[in-house]
């Protein structure tokens, strides 16, 4: 891809690698690059590939990605470009390379954040570089498998623009509803543009993190998506899985515990944020639409 396509928008690659089962994660990539398309815009799939950080995966590169099964945040990038190694970006290193590029606006299922834990915090570095890195987010907002509460305290102290599309509530990730509240919604892509263009006028540091919720038709509800994570954090701690390794073992029972409508819920979410950022990506180009 060269970036006098129109309105491109970057998509991170870390759900080929763990995101999702292998089975479905290259009909969801070709699902969301189409919903990019028919929205108007350029899909910019991002990833490491041989040691070399492409952005504008073609498909064939993107199965070629999914078999590495690596996941890449930025504190990994140096290391696999030097070693030749291939990696699926995390929203973090996506960001990164996406604003490297040139590029605005960027889609991603949820951002992560604080884990749940009663030791020293596990913190994701895509907050870090949410808070760094001037770009526009597409997402569910935050896995619901982590502390929500203390992920979106963390994202004001770090001062990121966090707006609702369609919502004046955070969206947990599968569920459309948290409880928790978000101080400023739109409902249009156009507004959304409207914001970003002074958010970019007033060089605010950071992402504008525009909050999306799941589709109604596949969103799991507030309970039975709280009790398939409790059991599912359980089992994690029965086994002693933690660090990298959490989060994909978490997503894989939250499938078996909802008898796989976290896992449809999940897919729905990424297809559908693809599409609300090729929307914006679109309107950010052409003010009058």
Known sequence: MTLSEQAPVALETAFLTSGLPADVRLGVAETMATAVREAGASPAFIGVLGGEPVVGLEFEQLASLADSGTKLSTRELSFAIATGDSGGTTVAATLFLAHRAGIAVMATGGIGGVHRNTGPRDISTDLLELSRTPMLVVCSGAKAILDLPATVEKL??????????????WPAFWTAASGLGLGQSVDAAGQVAAVWREHSRLSQPGALLVCVPPPADQALTERESAHAIERALAEAQTQGVAGPSLTPFLLDRMVAHTEGRSLA?????LVNNARVAALIARAIDDPAR
């Open 265 to 269: 819920a999940n897919q729905a979410l």
């Open 156 to 169: 004001e102290t770090l001062g990121v623009a966090c707006i609702g599309f369609g919502t004046d509530e």
